[in-house]
């Protein structure tokens, strides 16, 4: 299967504390939401996961917010947006790299069957 194929998301589970990503290649990952949160690509998160210490500075101002089920939307066949409900909204998350946080720290869930 192509790297393409491979990071393509074909399904999202959403709970209150964590999803399940699904993709092509039949890999799903539960991920929790500050991690994602933590990997947001846009213009005014990007900065802040710059180095160990931002990194932490960050986690640690996510923690104190309460981190609950975000909206989602697709945004094409590429990415979707989580719409979080402590502020940031304007982060497009390709598929490849919620693939990225997937396999950096996401928890392997068993195929459905």
Not at 33 to 39: D, E, G, M, N, P
Not at 60 to 71: G, N
Not at 74 to 93: M, N, T
């Amino acid at each position: 299967m192509s790297d393409e194929n491979q990071n393509l998301l074909t399904d999202i589970e959403r709970g209150e504390e964590n999803c399940v990503l699904r993709f092509a290649d039949k890999k799903s990952f539960k991920l929790d939401y500050i991690k994602v949160r933590l990997a947001c690509p846009c213009a005014s998160c990007k900065p802040r996961q710059e180095n160990q210490q931002l990194i932490l500075d960050f986690k640690e101002s996510l923690m104190r917010m309460q981190m609950t089920k975000p909206m989602v939307g697709l945004i094409g066949r590429y990415a979707i947006r989580f719409e979080w409900p402590s502020g940031c909204s304007s982060g497009l998350y390709s598929f490849k790299l919620l693939r990225q946080i997937c396999d950096a720290g996401g928890q392997n869930v068993p195929e459905k069957q």
